[in-house]
């Protein structure tokens, strides 16, 4: 369940929108950092495919799972930070990122659910100045 951020990471770094996309369930759904939310594993491939091409031509996917919560038998939330990039790997990851995975029938462990969140450091600094117990705990 670990391998499958590995494997986006792979998957992105040769541009291979059916690799990535492999790693989502049929009905998946994916939500970008700018709100926009595709359904399912075609739609995931499809927009991946023109996004290679397109405006992430080049890039890289740099990831780091933070936490990992099993919500029973086969369910797993994976939290971390992620980010693309061109060149050398930023040290800090400017995403939030959600996976929710399953493991189907075929004992693979694929992505159902994932969300994209861009990280905004200033305006947590300041609301963490202003309101300290906004602070998580893990920051303490």
Not at 41 to 59: C, M, N, W, Y
Not at 62 to 83: C, H, K, Q, S, Y
Not at 87 to 100: A, I, M, W
Not at 109 to 128: D, G, Q
């Amino acid at each position: 369940m670990r391998k499958v951020p590995a494997e986006l990471v792979a998957a992105w770094g040769r541009h291979d929108a059916e690799a990535y996309g492999a790693l989502f369930t049929e009905d998946a759904s994916y939500t970008t950092y700018i709100g926009t939310l595709y359904r399912g594993r075609r739609d995931i491939v499809e927009s991946h495919r023109t996004l290679f091409a397109g405006f992430l031509k080049g890039t890289r996917l740099a990831d780091e799972i933070l936490d990992v919560r099993f919500l029973g038998p086969g369910v797993a939330v994976l939290t971390g930070r992620g980010d693309t990039y061109k060149g050398k790997r930023p040290r800090k990851l400017g995403k939030v990122q959600t996976y929710t995975v399953v493991l189907e029938e075929d004992g693979q462990w694929r992505i159902a659910a994932f969300h994209n969140t861009r990280r905004k450091p200033l305006m947590e600094a300041v609301s963490y100045k202003v309101a300290p117990g906004l602070v998580p705990a893990a920051e303490r």
